[in-house]
Nanobody
Framework: QVQLVESGGDLVQPGGSLRLSCAAS????????MGWYRQAPGKERELVAT???????TYADSVKGRFTISRDNAKNTVYLQMNSLKPEDTAVYYC??????????????WGKGTLVTVSS
């Protein structure tokens, strides 16, 4: 099993910045891709950004140029630096990780989420 624990969510004013962290722990062989998703009230969960073990990242169009995803493979931790935050970025942000739990089988895991509120 893999546990993902997010941190860093907070209330921030428009134009401000936040840095989210997500640490993976538990029993696994390795972590593959890691990413961040978000779900705003009344909306479906959507992809924000992903990063591979090698550091290749992808972003939703709505956050390109403002958010940066990174990871520390030694710490099994993924980060999301969020700059120029907008009210529409308000959501619960969830960490996702694909992990090999055996040498041949991988599964997706989710954190419980951390709330980001952008408001003046």
């Amino acid at each position: 099993q893999v546990q993902l624990v997010e941190s860093g969510g907070d209330l921030v004013q428009p134009g401000g910045s936040l840095r989210l962290s997500c640490a993976a722990s538990g029993s696994f062989f390795s972590i593959n891709a890691m990413g961040w998703y978000r779900q705003a009230p009344g909306k479906e969960r959507e992809l924000v950004a992903t990063v591979t073990t090698g550091g290749t990242s992808t972003y939703a169009d709505s956050v390109k140029g403002r958010f940066t995803i990174s990871r520390d493979n030694a710490k099994n931790t993924v980060y999301l630096q969020m700059n120029s935050l907008k009210p529409e970025d308000t959501a619960v942000y969830y960490c996702n990780a694909n992990a090999f739990i055996t040498r041949w089988r991988s599964l997706d895991y989710w954190g419980k989420g951390t709330l980001v509120t952008v408001s003046s």
